[in-house]
T-cell receptor
């Protein structure tokens, strides 16, 4: 399979805590993107990090990228119940771009 | 501005039938991609169109096809439906081919059930 792997598969935390999700991929990439999906609906783009970047922030989100290890992490700080969703990483390969290769996803549950 | 619009939202079809799904991208976006999501296989790339040309195709049988019109709207067609085609079909649009700069905007999807 071309898919990347994400861990953990599921994560359950309390409101106010931080949530960290990890993603590993297999090929050389142009960029890596994180998406959120609520209850089998459409995907919402969260953040894009290019292969020459190491860290990026957007609001309560912090993404890191380590191309030598082919891995990325998404940190959500001060989680809220509304953050409950599935989170997917997706890579755009350096060659043959024009498509996203998705990871397996992490299901996050944030309890009030 | 309006988001990516997919129609219909839900669809029930019988094995052997064919189905056409529609996607209207964000105004100004010339790239439209299609993805299939199932519990077993996850999110899988189907194909991408840019300025009416298919730029890339995933590993799906020839029963899956698509096209893009001059106004960037796209349709995908699945012929001779099989039970395994039951899935959430997601359309995504981007300004550039490959979403290299701004990522993709996804529609809410069409839930296809084949019985």
């Amino acid at each position: 399979s071309q898919q990347g792997e994400e861990d953990p598969q599921a994560l359950s935390i309390q409101e106010g805590e931080n949530a960290t999700m990890n993603c590993s991929y297999k090929t050389s990439i142009n960029n890596l993107q994180w998406y959120r999906q609520n209850s089998g609906r459409g995907l919402v783009h969260l953040i894009l990090i290019r292969s020459n970047e190491r860290e990026k922030h957007s609001g309560r989100l912090r993404v890191t990228l380590d191309t030598s290890k082919k891995s990325s992490s998404l940190l959500i700080t001060a989680s809220r119940a509304a953050d409950t969703a599935s989170y997917f990483c997706a890579t755009v390969e350096r060659s043959g771009f024009q498509k996203l290769v998705f990871g397996t996803g992490t299901r996050l549950l944030v309890s009030p | 501005k309006a988001g990516v619009t997919q129609t219909p939202r839900y669809l029930i079809k019988t094995r052997g039938q064919q189905v056409t799904l529609s996607c209207s991208p964000i105004s100004g976006h010339r790239s439209v991609s299609w993805y299939q999501q199932t519990p077993g296989q996850g999110l899988q790339f189907l194909f991408e169109y840019f300025s009416e040309t298919q730029r890339n195709k995933g590993n799906f049988p020839g029963r899956f096809s698509g096209r893009q019109f001059s106004n960037s709207r796209s349709e995908m067609n699945v012929s001779t439906l099989e039970l395994g085609d039951s899935a959430l079909y997601l359309c995504a649009s981007s300004f550039d081919s490959g979403g290299l700069y701004y990522g993709y905007t996804f529609g809410s999807g069409t839930r296809l059930t084949v019985v």
